[in-house]
């Protein structure tokens, strides 16, 4: 059996999504969620990132502040900074994405049975 590699998370977007894309032009959107600790003051900021049509959802629908679930895999990976230094970035590459504030509820389902029907034509 292979590992298990999943997180269910839910909280508030910090800052709205930033939309790029690769020069094969898939778009990549990267977002963090701040997610309270229960029974304090304080708060972990997780970074997200989401690949094609979750990615143009994600941007075009998701603002600061929005309260939104995510669902992928943790992955940890390694670069080197502008100044030679190394380091580690860990983000969950989300695969699953649901708005939990109410009046972006309708069009959450809609966008992202649309993004399903676009995969299952790739």
Do not use: W
């Amino acid at each position: 059996m292979g590992g298990l590699n999943r997180s269910i998370l839910a909280g508030r977007l910090v800052a709205d999504p930033e939309v790029r894309y690769t020069s094969n032009e898939l778009a990549v959107t990267h977002f963090r969620l701040a997610i309270n600790r229960s029974g304090s003051d304080n708060a972990e900021f997780i970074n997200c990132v989401a690949f094609g049509g979750l990615a143009k959802i994600c941007g075009e629908y998701l603002k600061k502040g929005k309260l939104v679930a995510v669902e992928g895999r943790l992955q940890i990976r390694s670069y080197q900074s502008k100044t030679g230094q190394k380091r580690t970035s860990t983000e969950v590459v989300i695969d699953e994405m649901q708005m939990l504030d109410n009046k972006f509820y309708n069009a959450s389902t809609k966008a992202q049975e649309k993004a399903a029907a676009e995969l299952v034509e790739l």
